[in-house]
């Protein structure tokens, strides 16, 4: 069965970090593009970053430039998204999303076949 899990969130003061994961099972995640998305309440679901399938590219939302990474661990199968310097205004449900075909324009688009589930994260004091 293909499924991504994300895990990693939580609450977190404003000017924290949080480490999100994105844990693939029944597939082969290094050949796949990957994305991280979120989707505040009452708001559209946004692209932050994807990273393509060979890691030589990567893409970064403008609000979250200069503060999140987004990093493979092959041996892991699992693809991360650092967060430093969270702002309230980061308070989202984050999805990772997979597609083995997408390059960095379908990824930031949100054209991607697999789906977690999400994991909330909230910035607040």
């Known amino acids: 069965q293909v499924q991504l899990v994300e895990s990693g969130g939580g609450l977190v003061q404003p000017g924290g970090s949080l480490r999100l994961s994105c844990a693939a099972s029944?597939?082969?995640?290094?050949?796949?593009?990957v994305g991280w998305f979120r989707q505040a309440p009452g708001k559209e679901r946004e692209g932050v970053s994807c990273v393509s399938s060979n890691a030589g590219s990567t893409y970064y939302a403008d609000s979250v430039k200069g503060r999140f990474t987004i990093s493979r661990d092959n041996a892991k199968n699992t693809v991360y998204l650092q967060m430093n310097s969270l702002k309230p205004e980061d308070t989202a449900v984050y999805y990772c999303?997979?597609?083995?075909?997408?390059?960095?324009?379908?990824?930031?688009?949100?054209?991607?076949?697999?789906w977690g589930q999400g994991t909330l994260v909230t910035v607040s004091s």
């Open positions: 999303a997979a597609d083995y075909f997408a390059d960095l324009t379908m990824c930031k688009e949100g054209y991607l076949e697999v």
């Open positions: 029944g597939l082969a995640l290094n050949y796949y593009a």
